[in-house]
Structures are given as C-alpha cells and as structure tokens.
C-alpha cells in the first residue's frame, strides 16, 4: 500500500467518478483504476462499487475513508513539521519516468529536496511547476510551453530512441522504415504524440494510431508482433528488453534524441532552487544532439539553429 493510492482513494471518493477523479489529480483514467484495484487487493476488501452509470463507496469503503483521510494528512503534517523543524521547506521535485541514477549524490550537499511521488506525464508536471504545486520537474517540454507558462530550463538527460522488430534482424533501419505509435489517450500521451506526429511528418515514419496504453510494455510488443514492421519505442520502455521472439534495431537516418528537462519557474529565484538546478544540471554533455545526423522536434529547447 501507497501513500499515493490512498490520496487516489480519497479522491475517487469525493468525486465518485472515476474521470472527474482523474482530471483532478492530472492522471490518466486506466491509471487511476489499476492504483485502485491494487490498492484494494492490499486491504484484501472492496472499496468501491462501480458499473458503467455509477461508482458507489461499499460499507467497508465508508468505514475507511475517514481513517484513510486521517494517514494522509497525518503525513502532509510530518513533512510540514519536518521543514519548520529544518527552518527552511524541501525543494519539491516531480518526475515522469526518469531521475539522474546520481540524484541524491548530486543535490546532498546543495538542496534538500523531496521527491514528490505522483508520477505524472510530462505537460502535467510542467503545469504542476507553473502553479507553484512543484518547485522543479523532470519532463519533456517545447519552447513556447516555456513561455506560455513563464519557466525555465535546463538539459538534464537524453535518450536515444530505438526500433523493436519482429525476427532476428538487428542491422540499423532508417526512420522513413518505421512506424509510430500514437495512442488515442491526449491525457497521458500528450507530449509523445506530438513528438510522434512531428517525427512521422519530418522523416516519413509511418503513424499508427491506437487506443489501448500500448506506448509501453507487453502492449507494445504485441503491436510490434502485429505491425510486422519496426516500432520506434519510447523513453517510458527505454530501457525494457524486448520479448525473445523482437529484436532492438538501430534508428539511423536521422538518429532521434528524447531531452529530458529540469524546468522552474523564471520568478523563482531562491537559493536553494537554483542551487539544486546547477547541481542537477551541470556538465550534462549535449555533444550528440549537435550531430549533424541528430533529430529533435523544431521547438526542442537544445535543436540548435
């Protein structure tokens, strides 16, 4: 059991609808269900009564929900006690996927910094930045969402997208050779499609639009096993192997880059937010974003002219 599944709990239960709920905490819908569902087979009972008119609080739902609101605001008060106790509150620090392995080492001596457990995709924590909920996010963000949300940035990190194929060919494929998954879901997959959209109509990849989650994980191995033509991957499945039966291809033609920002906002000007942007930030290596053979989106912040 999580601390972020109770407030998920707590949400549903004022709402009593599971989209409202999930428009409020800036998650995706199927997200918010399965946080649920697991949280119920940690309590071992049901918390909720749902079909497709209605959700209800089940008696045992009712019974909890107040002990519920009193762990959660019990550990918002913890965290509050522990910040005047310090004389100075946490830098609060969201992410969607991905930290620096060397976050910690990096920020200990700078910043003390809470690192806020409500994953959430990248416009979602730019949003949460922007309304003073986070000091600092790790996320993908465009230059005009810079400034139409008044922040700063700085590069943090990169990845290198690759192909996932059917077989056992794993010589280099060009762009123009692949396909992109869009998924029907703007709420949690905003920022990659239009990635995807702008890489499919700059390279000539080819666009195939789903509406099950398959960005990611076994998804998107059995998309790639029924495309039968090389899928470009995504940063959320960076790092997952693929199934025995796919093989991981070289994208060359161009080779495309992910940025991962650190983003603050531009009135934000304390010393220990600063502190920890220069921590994070420093000596990061963009050398292979400035390869003549390297792609990002027009309004990446790090494209060079």
Same mark, same amino acid.
């Given at each position: 059991?999580?601390?972020?599944?109770?407030?998920?709990?707590?949400?549903?239960?004022?709402?009593?609808?599971?989209?409202?709920?999930?428009?409020?905490?800036?998650?995706?819908?199927?997200?918010?269900?399965?946080?649920?569902?697991?949280?119920?087979?940690?309590?071992?009972?049901?918390?909720?009564?749902?079909?497709?008119?209605?959700?209800?609080?089940?008696?045992?739902?009712?019974?909890?929900?107040?002990?519920?609101?009193?762990?959660?605001?019990?550990?918002?008060?913890?965290?509050?006690?522990?910040?005047?106790?310090?004389?100075?509150?946490?830098?609060?620090?969201?992410?969607?996927?991905?930290?620096?392995?060397?976050?910690?080492?990096?920020?200990? @001596?700078?910043?003390?910094?809470?690192?806020?457990?409500?994953?959430?995709?990248?416009?979602?924590?730019?949003?949460?930045?922007?309304?003073?909920?986070?000091?600092?996010?790790?996320?993908?963000?465009?230059? @005009?969402?810079?400034?139409?949300?008044?922040?700063?940035?700085?590069?943090?990190?990169?990845?290198?997208?690759?192909?996932?194929?059917?077989?056992?060919?794993?010589?280099?494929?060009?762009?123009?050779?692949?396909?992109?998954?869009?998924?029907?879901?703007?709420?949690?997959?905003?920022?990659?499609?239009?990635? @995807?959209?702008?890489?499919?109509?700059?390279?000539?990849?080819?666009?195939?639009?789903?509406?099950?989650?398959?960005?990611?994980?076994?998804?998107?191995?059995?998309?790639?096993?029924?495309?039968?033509?090389?899928?470009?991957?995504?940063?959320?499945?960076?790092?997952?192997?693929?199934?025995?039966?796919?093989?991981?291809?070289?994208?060359?033609?161009?080779?495309?880059?992910?940025?991962?920002?650190?983003?603050?906002?531009?009135?934000?000007?304390?010393?220990?937010?600063?502190?920890?942007?220069?921590?994070?930030?420093?000596?990061?290596?963009?050398?292979?974003?400035?390869?003549?053979?390297?792609?990002?989106?027009?309004?990446?912040?790090?494209?060079?002219?």
């Amino acid at each position: 059991m999580e601390l972020r599944q109770l407030r998920y709990f707590l949400a549903v239960a004022e709402e009593l609808n599971f989209r409202s709920a999930a428009e409020s905490l800036r998650i995706a819908g199927p997200s918010l269900s399965q946080q649920i569902k697991a949280l119920e087979r940690d309590l071992g009972v049901r918390l909720f009564d749902r079909d497709r008119r209605s959700v209800k609080l089940t008696p045992v739902g009712v019974a909890l929900l107040a002990q519920a609101r009193k762990v959660v605001e019990g550990a918002e008060e913890l965290h509050r006690t522990a910040a005047q106790l310090s004389g100075a509150a946490p830098v609060r620090l969201g992410y969607v996927n991905w930290l620096p392995p060397d976050l910690e080492r990096r920020l200990s @001596a700078v910043s003390r910094v809470h690192v806020d457990t409500w994953v959430a995709p990248s416009h979602a924590q730019a949003a949460r930045v922007a309304d003073h909920s986070l000091d600092l996010a790790v996320c993908w963000i465009q230059g @005009a969402d810079l400034e139409r949300r008044g922040l700063d940035a700085r590069l943090l990190g990169m990845d290198r997208l690759y192909a996932v194929a059917a077989g056992e060919d794993d010589t280099p494929i060009a762009a123009a050779d692949t396909c992109v998954l869009l998924d029907r879901d703007e709420t949690s997959w905003a920022s990659w499609n239009v990635f @995807a959209r702008e890489l499919c109509q700059a390279t000539g990849a080819k666009p195939v639009r789903i509406a099950n989650g398959g960005i990611t994980g076994s998804a998107f191995f059995d998309h790639v096993r029924r495309i039968r033509r090389p899928v470009l991957n995504s940063p959320k499945g960076q790092t997952t192997p693929p199934a025995p039966d796919l093989t991981r291809r070289e994208v060359v033609e161009p080779k495309i880059y992910w940025t991962w920002s650190l983003v603050w906002r531009r009135d934000d000007q304390r010393s220990a937010v600063l502190a920890a942007v220069e921590a994070l930030a420093a000596g990061v290596d963009d050398q292979a974003l400035r390869a003549p053979d390297a792609w990002l989106p027009a309004d990446d912040p790090y494209r060079l002219p």
